[in-house]
T-cell receptor, first 111, second 114 residues
């Protein structure tokens, strides 16, 4: 069956370090993958999109990689700040043109 | 710029009651959708619409109805609430369907069914 998985355990990172979140998928061949940020009590907010022919995408302190061989995307936040604390969701488009979502990884940046 | 507006923010229902969750967007988006979010699970698609007058089922449509009479509004109706429908509901929209467009989400409705 098709699956998209993110680390369900919270990730604790010291302020200033790089946080790396993982999104793995099976039985998909997505054309692109998206990352969203979700704060408590709020809806997800789009961060980055990466296409299958792109190895890496950057936006300010954010970097996303996409390895279609490993079926994995990595999401990096460099020089992390307490304000980066949130849950991060990955999503990819299935064959019916609908987004399939991971359950998210909670990131906690400690001062 | 309001974006996607959902009401109410919180709702408590008794089993068997019906209600409508409201969703409106002011971005002239073609695509609108409803998701539910449960602990430990990814967002799951309930229903979606690719334009006024067009709706279709998502992954978990049972117990829910939708309609899209205008581009702006996409209400979600719970016909006879059940405890299994306790969840957080999100409305989302994008400019078009079937492309790499990002989704814009409302702030959610937390629903409890007793």
């Amino acid at each position: 069956s098709q699956k998209i998985e993110q680390n369900s355990e919270a990730l604790n990172i010291q302020e200033g370090k790089t946080a790396t979140l993982t999104c793995n998928y099976t039985n998909y061949s997505p054309a692109y993958l998206q990352w969203y940020r979700q704060d408590p009590g709020r809806g997800p907010v789009f961060l980055l999109l990466i296409r299958e022919n792109e190895k890496e995408k950057r936006k300010e302190r954010l970097k996303v990689t996409f390895d279609t061989t490993l079926k994995q995307s990595l999401f990096h936040i460099t020089a992390s700040q307490p304000a980066d604390s949130a849950t991060y969701l990955c999503a990819l488009m299935d064959s019916n043109y609908q987004l399939i979502w991971g359950a998210g990884t909670k990131l906690i940046i400690k001062p | 710029n309001a974006g996607v507006t959902q009401t109410p923010k919180f709702q408590v229902l008794k089993t068997g009651q019906s209600m409508t969750l409201q969703c409106a967007q002011d971005m002239n988006h073609e695509y609108m959708s409803w998701y539910r979010q449960d602990p430990g699970m990814g967002l799951r698609l309930i229903h979606y619409s690719v334009g006024a007058g067009i709706t279709d089922q998502g992954e978990v449509p049972n117990g829910y109805n939708v309609s899209r009479s205008t581009t702006e509004d996409f209400p979600l109706r719970l016909l006879s609430a059940a405890p299994s429908q306790t969840s957080v509901y999100f409305c989302a929209s994008s400019r078009v369907w079937g492309t790499n467009e990002k989704l814009f989400f409302g702030s959610g409705t937390q629903l409890s069914v007793l």
